[in-house]
């Protein structure tokens, strides 16, 4: 082979590993205040379901259908969408899901000029149901 293959073959390579090994599991936190704020629609359905209805249109491209990290557009992003059905994510506040969402954190866009402060917490209130929907 020659020497100009091989390098490129090394190089190629470590493209498209550096991806997977660099990906870390997220540090993203909330501040304690966020656990403070309550949702005005806990275990509300109808809610839940206007929420579904924004997450589908919205954040299935990252999150994935089921909201486990998985949509498509999330494969290259570092890093990865949250997976909602992880432990990690249910341990948390309706509180601190709903700060982050309003906040962002790149490459996850902030959600608070673009859905009102209604639509935010029927997000928080459809992922807490996520699990029994399909
Ligand atoms: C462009 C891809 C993308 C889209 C679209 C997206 N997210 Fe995310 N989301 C991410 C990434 C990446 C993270 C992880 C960020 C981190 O850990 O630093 C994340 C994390 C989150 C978290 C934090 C979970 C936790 O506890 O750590 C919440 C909540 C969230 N997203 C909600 C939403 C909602 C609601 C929508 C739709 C309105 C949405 N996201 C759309 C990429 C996306």
Same mark, same amino acid.
């Given at each position: 082979? !020659?020497?100009?293959?091989?390098?490129?073959?090394?190089?190629?390579?470590?493209?498209?590993?550096?991806?997977?090994? /660099?990906?870390?599991?997220?540090? $993203? +936190?909330?501040?304690?205040?966020?656990?403070?704020? +309550?949702?005005?629609?806990?275990?509300?359905?109808?809610?839940?379901? !206007?929420?579904?209805?924004?997450? @589908?249109?919205?954040?299935?491209?990252?999150?994935?259908? +089921?909201?486990?990290?998985?949509?498509?557009?999330?494969?290259? /992003?570092?890093?990865?969408?949250?997976?909602?059905?992880? !432990?990690?994510?249910?341990?948390?506040?309706?509180?601190?899901?709903? $700060? !982050?969402?309003?906040?962002?954190?790149?490459?996850?866009?902030?959600?608070?000029?673009?859905?009102?402060?209604?639509? @935010? $917490?029927? /997000?928080?209130?459809?992922?807490?149901?996520?699990?029994?929907?399909?």
């Amino acid at each position: 082979m !020659k020497t100009i293959t091989k390098y490129l073959c090394v190089f190629l390579f470590i493209l498209f590993t550096s991806n997977e090994i /660099l990906a870390q599991e997220s540090t $993203w +936190k909330a501040p304690e205040s966020a656990n403070d704020l +309550k949702n005005p629609f806990s275990g509300n359905t109808l809610a839940a379901n !206007k929420g579904k209805m924004i997450f @589908r249109q919205t954040c299935v491209l990252c999150h994935g259908m +089921k909201g486990d990290g998985t949509g498509g557009g999330g494969v290259s /992003l570092n890093p990865k969408p949250a997976n909602f059905l992880s !432990k990690r994510v249910k341990d948390e506040s309706d509180g601190a899901l709903f $700060w !982050k969402m309003s906040q962002g954190n790149p490459p996850m866009a902030s959600y608070k000029d673009i859905f009102s402060e209604d639509q @935010r $917490w029927q /997000l928080v209130t459809y992922i807490r149901v996520l699990e029994n929907q399909q």
